[in-house]
Protein backbone atom coordinates (compact mmCIF):
# COMPACT_ATOMS: atom_id res chain seq x y z
CA UNK A 1 0.00 0.00 0.00
CA UNK A 2 2.70 2.70 0.82
CA UNK A 3 4.29 1.75 -2.66
CA UNK A 4 0.78 2.90 -4.05
CA UNK A 5 0.76 5.99 -2.11
CA UNK A 6 4.13 7.14 -3.35
CA UNK A 7 3.72 6.41 -6.45
CA UNK A 8 0.40 8.42 -6.24
CA UNK A 9 2.42 11.62 -4.93
CA UNK A 10 5.28 11.51 -7.44
CA UNK A 11 2.27 11.26 -9.78
CA UNK A 12 0.59 14.37 -8.15
CA UNK A 13 3.94 16.38 -7.57
CA UNK A 14 4.24 15.49 -11.47
CA UNK A 15 0.90 16.77 -12.72
CA UNK A 16 1.70 20.04 -10.74
CA UNK A 17 4.97 20.45 -12.32
CA UNK A 18 3.68 20.22 -15.43
CA UNK A 19 0.84 22.49 -14.96
CA UNK A 20 3.25 25.07 -14.04
CA UNK A 21 5.00 24.69 -16.80
CA UNK A 22 1.87 24.56 -18.91
CA UNK A 23 0.96 27.88 -16.95
CA UNK A 24 4.44 29.68 -17.54
CA UNK A 25 4.39 28.38 -21.43
CA UNK A 26 1.05 29.94 -21.56
CA UNK A 27 1.84 33.04 -20.56
CA UNK A 28 5.44 33.67 -21.93
CA UNK A 29 2.90 32.89 -25.48
CA UNK A 30 0.64 36.00 -24.55
CA UNK A 31 3.91 38.36 -23.52
CA UNK A 32 5.17 37.40 -26.56
CA UNK A 33 1.66 37.75 -28.67
CA UNK A 34 1.40 40.99 -26.56
CA UNK A 35 5.02 42.18 -27.65
CA UNK A 36 4.44 41.38 -31.10
CA UNK A 37 1.20 43.58 -31.37
CA UNK A 38 2.97 46.09 -29.75
CA UNK A 39 5.80 46.12 -32.30
CA UNK A 40 3.33 46.04 -35.17
CA UNK A 41 1.80 48.92 -33.98
CA UNK A 42 4.69 50.79 -33.52
CA UNK A 43 5.44 49.77 -37.29
CA UNK A 44 2.24 50.67 -38.49
CA UNK A 45 2.40 54.66 -36.84
CA UNK A 46 6.24 54.80 -38.02
CA UNK A 47 4.84 54.26 -41.59
CA UNK A 48 1.68 56.25 -41.46
CA UNK A 49 3.73 59.32 -40.01
CA UNK A 50 6.27 57.95 -43.25
CA UNK A 51 3.26 58.22 -45.73
CA UNK A 52 1.78 61.18 -44.52
CA UNK A 53 -1.50 63.20 -46.47
CA UNK A 54 -0.72 62.48 -49.86
CA UNK A 55 -0.38 58.70 -49.69
CA UNK A 56 2.08 58.41 -52.72
CA UNK A 57 5.11 56.96 -51.12
CA UNK A 58 6.08 53.53 -52.64
CA UNK A 59 5.38 50.22 -50.95
CA UNK A 60 9.38 49.99 -51.42
CA UNK A 61 10.16 52.97 -49.73
CA UNK A 62 7.91 52.39 -46.49
CA UNK A 63 9.59 49.48 -46.89
CA UNK A 64 13.20 51.01 -46.28
CA UNK A 65 11.51 52.88 -43.37
CA UNK A 66 10.22 50.50 -41.37
CA UNK A 67 13.43 47.99 -41.61
CA UNK A 68 16.00 50.87 -40.56
CA UNK A 69 13.52 51.26 -37.56
CA UNK A 70 14.42 48.03 -36.85
CA UNK A 71 11.11 46.03 -37.51
CA UNK A 72 11.19 42.21 -37.79
CA UNK A 73 11.01 41.24 -41.96
CA UNK A 74 8.25 39.54 -41.56
CA UNK A 75 6.46 42.22 -39.20
CA UNK A 76 7.04 44.39 -41.87
CA UNK A 77 5.36 42.77 -44.80
CA UNK A 78 2.15 42.15 -42.06
CA UNK A 79 2.37 46.18 -41.52
CA UNK A 80 2.37 46.82 -45.29
CA UNK A 81 -0.34 44.54 -45.97
CA UNK A 82 -2.40 46.43 -43.95
CA UNK A 83 -1.56 49.87 -45.16
CA UNK A 84 -2.04 48.30 -48.21
CA UNK A 85 -5.87 47.28 -47.56
CA UNK A 86 -6.54 50.46 -45.79
CA UNK A 87 -5.78 52.04 -49.13
CA UNK A 88 -2.79 54.21 -47.57
CA UNK A 89 0.57 52.30 -49.84
CA UNK A 90 -0.60 52.05 -53.83
CA UNK A 91 2.09 51.55 -56.16
CA UNK A 92 -0.12 52.46 -59.10
CA UNK A 93 -0.67 55.58 -57.24
CA UNK A 94 3.39 56.01 -56.66
CA UNK A 95 3.70 55.33 -60.22
CA UNK A 96 0.92 58.31 -60.95
CA UNK A 97 2.97 60.62 -58.78
CA UNK A 98 6.20 59.75 -60.07
CA UNK A 99 5.35 60.06 -63.66
CA UNK A 100 3.35 63.42 -62.80
CA UNK A 101 6.75 65.16 -61.76
CA UNK A 102 8.14 63.58 -65.15
CA UNK A 103 6.22 65.01 -67.68
CA UNK A 104 5.65 68.25 -70.40
CA UNK A 105 9.73 69.98 -70.15
CA UNK A 106 10.50 67.15 -67.83
CA UNK A 107 9.30 64.11 -70.03
CA UNK A 108 12.08 60.90 -69.94
CA UNK A 109 11.76 57.87 -72.35
CA UNK A 110 9.90 55.04 -71.07
CA UNK A 111 12.81 53.10 -69.88
CA UNK A 112 14.42 55.63 -67.93
CA UNK A 113 11.02 55.87 -66.66
CA UNK A 114 10.77 52.38 -65.42
CA UNK A 115 14.24 52.94 -63.50
CA UNK A 116 13.04 55.76 -62.08
CA UNK A 117 10.03 53.66 -60.78
CA UNK A 118 11.93 50.84 -59.46
CA UNK A 119 14.59 53.14 -57.83
CA UNK A 120 11.59 55.11 -55.73
CA UNK A 121 10.77 51.50 -54.48
CA UNK A 122 7.69 50.30 -56.95
CA UNK A 123 7.33 46.60 -57.23
CA UNK A 124 8.74 46.05 -60.50
CA UNK A 125 5.60 44.16 -62.15
CA UNK A 126 3.25 47.43 -61.15
CA UNK A 127 6.28 49.64 -62.88
CA UNK A 128 5.82 47.81 -65.74
CA UNK A 129 2.68 47.43 -65.77
CA UNK A 130 2.44 51.34 -65.79
CA UNK A 131 4.66 52.04 -68.29
CA UNK A 132 1.56 50.93 -70.58
CA UNK A 133 0.00 54.03 -69.49
CA UNK A 134 2.57 56.23 -70.38
CA UNK A 135 3.14 57.80 -74.03
CA UNK A 136 5.90 56.47 -76.29
CA UNK A 137 9.46 57.66 -76.60
CA UNK A 138 8.18 59.18 -79.44
CA UNK A 139 5.44 61.46 -78.26
CA UNK A 140 7.54 62.28 -74.98
CA UNK A 141 10.40 63.66 -76.48
CA UNK A 142 8.10 65.59 -78.78
CA UNK A 143 7.09 67.10 -75.47
CA UNK A 144 10.15 68.69 -74.89
CA UNK A 145 11.83 72.08 -76.04
CA UNK A 146 13.39 71.09 -79.28
CA UNK A 147 14.07 74.37 -80.52
CA UNK A 148 17.81 74.19 -79.76
CA UNK A 149 17.45 71.62 -82.88
CA UNK A 150 17.85 74.23 -85.03
CA UNK A 151 21.03 76.08 -83.96
CA UNK A 152 24.30 75.67 -84.19
CA UNK A 153 26.16 72.41 -84.09
CA UNK A 154 26.99 73.10 -80.41
CA UNK A 155 23.61 74.25 -79.37
CA UNK A 156 22.67 70.75 -81.10
CA UNK A 157 24.77 68.75 -79.71
CA UNK A 158 24.39 69.99 -76.36
CA UNK A 159 20.51 69.06 -77.17
CA UNK A 160 21.65 65.38 -77.75
CA UNK A 161 23.49 64.68 -75.00
CA UNK A 162 20.53 66.23 -72.93
CA UNK A 163 18.03 64.03 -74.36
CA UNK A 164 20.58 60.78 -74.05
CA UNK A 165 20.70 61.62 -70.40
CA UNK A 166 16.89 61.33 -70.37
CA UNK A 167 16.31 57.67 -72.01
CA UNK A 168 15.69 58.60 -75.56
CA UNK A 169 17.52 56.19 -77.73
CA UNK A 170 19.81 57.79 -80.36
CA UNK A 171 17.94 57.15 -83.48
CA UNK A 172 14.78 58.55 -82.20
CA UNK A 173 16.78 61.56 -81.29
CA UNK A 174 18.34 62.24 -84.48
CA UNK A 175 15.14 61.14 -86.12
CA UNK A 176 13.42 63.58 -84.11
CA UNK A 177 15.95 66.72 -84.30
CA UNK A 178 15.80 66.30 -88.32
CA UNK A 179 12.56 66.29 -88.06
CA UNK A 180 12.32 69.66 -86.14
CA UNK A 181 14.93 70.99 -88.35
CA UNK A 182 13.21 70.29 -91.36
CA UNK A 183 9.82 71.75 -90.04
CA UNK A 184 11.69 74.96 -89.16
CA UNK A 185 13.39 75.39 -92.79
CA UNK A 186 9.60 75.21 -94.25
Not at 40 to 52: P, S
Amino acid sequence: MQQKEQSDLRKKKAEAALAKIEEAFASGLQDEKRERAAAWQKGREIALRYIGVDKSKSSGRVRERLRSRGLEPDLVEEVLESLRQDGYLDDKRACARIALRHRGRQSKSKRYMLRLFIEQGVSPDVAEAYLAQLPDDGESIRELDLSLARGDEKERTRLMRRLAGRGYAPSLITRTMEQVRMEAEN
